[in-house]
């Protein structure tokens, strides 16, 4: 189960995004202003294993993170948190999501494409040591 991140939780999501993006991970008081701004929707999962942020503009939401605490991957907990998310992007007006992802991240990119995400176009070297990232979009009317 999934529910609203509130200040209680920062340090806890703070620490999902070291365990689970190291170097790249955000800091504490930029998850505080993911958390407390009305332009983004934070879920975390019951546990504290898992945490999901959405940004909203208008009729584009945009994935700005999944991560889940990597004992805790297989249990379908992404797919759990990327769920509500989109439903909660929908709710608020949100008529497509776009992500990006590094294409050598397989996992993510086969739960996106689950989800019924496309990839729309590719980043070259986005990421560090050259890894491209792709561009994914869901149409979330078209989705379920």
Known sequence: MTREATEAD????????????GGSAWSEALVREEVVSDRHVV??????TAYGAVSLAGETADLDRIAVL???????IARDVLEELV????DLGAGRLLLEVAADNAPAIGLYESFGFDTISTRRGYYAGGVDALVMELTIA???
């Not at 999501?13 to 993006?21: G, H, M, Y």
């Not at 879920?43 to 504290?48: A, G, I, S, T």
């Open 10 to 21: 920062v340090a806890a999501i703070a620490a999902i995004e070291q365990a689970c993006f």
């Open 142 to 144: 078209e989705w379920r």
């Open 43 to 48: 879920l975390v999962d019951d546990d504290l």
């Open 87 to 90: 439903d909660r992007a929908r």
């Open 70 to 76: 990597p004992g805790a991957r297989g249990r379908g």
